[in-house]
């Protein structure tokens, strides 16, 4: 599939194929908002009409600035299917990096999620000579700034665009998707539409993947985790990605969504550790003791399966009870009640791991480190000309 396929011809068969089931949800002012794969199709379709009418064309790049938002990941899509680059920035990166990516990877448009975004691209982009053209997705909220009113994404997709649509011109291994890396000095990943669907199936070769599951898309779109697990892996299944509200609800959000496949660097994985352990903290009596005594059940039979022992028979037994009174709801808690697979990265601190999966969640090493791809050879002035 990879071969022949990219990234824009996967949204049209998923619009195809599945027009009425959710491809993505994001959560606003405490709401889930859903868009099916056939009202994201024909909102990556409008902002791509509306790319073009701009000057937008094959070959040029389009950056996108902020949190996890449809808006964002429909933009790059837009621009894909106009035979151009994706650029996914770090909203948390200082101004110097955000302004060095800029420059480097030639970017012509960004699109920023908010109006304070926006005007700090528009304060780092002033002095250049040939600055982006900045669009703006939500102009809202207490700093509302009129200045974005008329430079809103909305506003690139009005009626004033006369254009019928404008035709997939990607092909497979033209460039999809330029990622930076945090380190100053590290080289850009340049990813073909052929790279990531071959990253995505071997992923789903592995742990197999429906359109009926549910992903939580937290990770920063500038990472190649975000571009794999959310974007492309998304894409080639068909299921829903849910983006959380804010960084600081992704815990709350988690569970309200309740995924079904998950990836998990350490940093998180260990937050998750640390939360069971404050909840055993917080309760008392029975509960705490009956908690402690089955965890302690639970890592003992995970200790004999690392050792490729069987687990006695008793043992298995108490493990059976403690799925009921204590993993279970644990794991509901945490929100991983209904996730098949959880797929984390090879820093993963032993004592994290062996306490997640003697909790019944089904850890499986990455297989993202394996399908990375070297940064290429070229320079980002060689890819442009």
């Known amino acids: 599939m990879s071969g022949t396929n990219t990234l824009p011809l996967l949204l049209a068969r998923n619009a195809s194929h599945w027009p009425r089931r959710p ?22 379709h409008d902002i791509a009409v509306g790319l073009a009418a701009n000057g937008f064309g094959r070959g040029e790049r389009l950056a996108v600035l902020g949190d996890n938002r449809p808006a964002l990941y429909a933009s790059m899509l837009a621009a894909q299917s106009l035979g151009g680059v994706g ?83 990607a092909a497979p291994h033209d460039l999809a998707l330029l990622v930076y890396p945090a380190a100053l000095q590290s080289r850009p990943l340049s990813l073909s539409h052929a790279q990531l669907i071959t990253a995505a199936e071997v992923i ?49 959000d988690l569970r309200e969504i309740g995924p079904t496949i998950l990836f998990l660097p350490t940093a998180a994985c260990n937050a998750l550790a640390q939360v069971v352990s404050a909840k055993a903290e917080a309760v008392t009596g029975f509960k705490r003791r ?40 644990v794991r509901d808690q945490l929100g991983l009640s209904r996730v098949r697979w959880v797929h984390t990265d090879g820093s993963l601190p032993t004592d994290t791991a062996r306490l997640l999966r003697a909790l019944g969640v089904a850890l499986r090493p990455a297989q993202v480190r394996a399908t990375v791809p070297e940064p290429a050879p070229e320079t980002i002035e060689t890819l442009h000309a």
């Open 290 to 329: 009956s908690f402690t005594f089955f965890q302690r059940l639970a890592l003992e039979a995970e200790a004999c399966r690392e050792q490729g022992r069987a687990v006695p028979l008793g043992l298995a037994f108490g493990c059976r009870i403690g799925e009921l009174v204590a993993y279970a709801p």
């Open 23 to 44: 491809a993505w949800r994001h959560k606003r002012l405490g709401v889930w908002e859903t868009e099916t794969w056939a009202t994201f199709a024909r909102r990556c």
């Open 204 to 252: 789903s070769a592995a742990d197999p993947v429906r359109s009926t599951d549910d992903a939580l898309c937290y990770l920063p779109m500038s990472s190649y985790e975000d571009a794999l697990y959310s974007l492309t892996l998304g894409l080639l299944g068909g299921f829903a990605c849910n983006c959380p509200e804010a960084p600081d609800s992704v815990l709350r």
């Open 87 to 169: 650029v996914p920035l770090d909203p948390d990166a200082d101004s110097s990096r955000l302004a060095a990516i800029l420059e480097d990877a030639r970017v012509s448009i960004v699109v920023a999620d908010t109006a304070d975004q926006a005007d700090r691209l528009a304060t780092l982009m002033h002095a250049r000579r040939s600055p982006p053209r900045i669009f703006c997705v939500d102009a809202g909220g207490f700093n509302r700034s009129e200045q974005w009113e008329t430079r809103r994404l909305d506003a690139l997709v009005d009626a004033r665009h006369d254009s019928t649509g404008a035709a997939s011109e």
